[in-house]
């Protein structure tokens, strides 16, 4: 999926922007500028910071290891 943005306006009076946005590819952190690297989560309509205690599970189950193509070894 590519990013998509459109704006429409609601009522002839208000404006509102939507973004599509496709996931990420693999899981990333963001520097933040006190320096701590943050990993933030979409969950149904908002955004927030995960734990780092439920990082690794999060990070497992949305970004399983691809299978080897040379078959298991």
């Known amino acids: 999926m590519r990013t998509k943005a459109r704006v429409d306006t609601v009522a002839g009076v208000v404006e509102i922007c ?7 590819s693999a899981p990333i952190r963001a520097r933040m500028s006190d320096g701590r690297e943050v ?9 927030r910071a ?24």
């Open 18 to 24: 939507r973004a599509d946005v496709a996931g990420s």
């Open 39 to 47: 990993f933030w989560i979409r969950a149904n309509n908002s955004t």
């Open 50 to 73: 995960l734990p780092e205690v439920e990082q690794a599970a999060y990070i497992r189950d949305r970004w399983p290891e691809p299978a080897d193509p040379r078959g298991s070894r």
